[in-house]
């Protein structure tokens, strides 16, 4: 009988190990697998005594190319380990839902990842990329990136003063199906009017945003675009909206991910002079106006 006893508690126990120790693999894939590398981290070195800290946003479709999840996965830790004083915000596209947002101390001690605000940002914004690792598919390369959506997602949700870091992933052409005529696709550019146009998506007003904003684009296909051409026209239209919207910094748009994650990390920016603005008079514009730039010159486009 003794034995029998003792045999049960042993089982139980046994079990009891066993969910203990599943609980705790979910827990850690959840985090991405870091958690315990950065209950171990020592003071992030970044961190200044003067520094008010930065405000960074990852702007991100839910597929991802599997090589562009593993790098988010290997990259993100240290951007939170070495960054110092940091507001971070996940935001899916194209529905601009807010993930998850992350605030990280000066100093990142174990104590600070065990309270709330640390640990359910971290796991929500964990379990999302995650999920984009095993998402991977023909439409991973299909979100389109909503330049001016992130303008005003980014006047919505801001925390902090400092001037937004921003890095956003998906194909560089603009294609709302909510808004047909401003579609990129398969071969436009908008002119520069399309800033200054209060009809279009381009030109919506926006709350203030700090100046200084440093900005990132990442295709997931290399190939994007119709051509080269096409390829630096948008570029260029992207660049001149930063600067003149607001007064921000765009750089090369990139099909490197690792490469930018490292340059956020690092802040390692290009700066660019400030483009001039070649602009249609706004009581110029019409119904049958284009505001549209052909890259293919025997290509007719009329609205209608």
């Known amino acids: 009988m003794h034995r029998s006893i003792l045999s049960r508690t042993r089982r139980v126990s046994s079990v009891a190990t066993e969910l203990a120790t599943a609980a705790t693999t979910w827990a850690t894939k959840a985090l991405v697998v870091v958690l315990p590398m950065l ?3 020592a003071p992030a070195s970044a961190a200044r005594a003067d520094d008010g800290g930065r405000e960074i946003f990852l702007f991100m479709p839910a597929r991802l190319p599997e090589q562009m999840a593993q790098q ?3 990259h993100l830790p240290n951007l939170i380990q070495k960054s110092g004083k940091l507001t971070l915000h996940l935001v899916e596209t194209p529905s601009n839902r807010v993930i ?4 990280v101390p000066p100093r990142l001690t174990p104590e600070a990842m065990r309270r709330a605000e640390f640990r359910i940002g971290w796991a929500q914004i964990g379990k999302f990329i995650q999920q984009t690792s095993k998402a991977d598919g023909p439409e991973a390369s299909t979100v389109s990136i909503d ?9 919505a949700i801001r925390l902090t003063d400092a001037a937004p870091e921003v890095l956003m992933i998906g194909n560089p052409l603009y294609n709302n199906p909510r808004e047909p005529w401003f579609a990129m696709e398969p071969h436009f550019v908008f002119s520069d009017s399309a800033w200054l146009l209060p009809r279009g998506p381009f030109g919506q007003a926006i709350a203030p945003i700090p100046p200084g904003s440093q900005f990132q684009i990442v295709s997931t296909d290399e190939n994007w675009g119709f051509d080269a051409t096409h390829q630096s026209g948008t570029e260029r239209f992207y660049r001149v909206g930063v600067q003149h919207r607001l007064e921000g910094n765009l750089q090369p748009i990139t099909s490197d991910l690792g490469t930018a994650l490292l340059s956020l990390r690092k802040r390692n920016y290009q700066e660019f002079p400030k483009l001039d603005l070649e602009q249609v008079a706004p009581n110029a514009i019409g119904e049958d106006d284009r505001i549209w730039k052909m890259t293919i010159p025997t290509v007719a486009f009329e609205p209608k």
């Open 39 to 41: 209950l171990t981290l």
């Open 72 to 74: 988010i996965s290997l």
């Open 100 to 103: 998850g947002s992350l605030s």
């Open 147 to 155: 330049l001016p959506g992130a303008f005003s997602k980014i006047a």
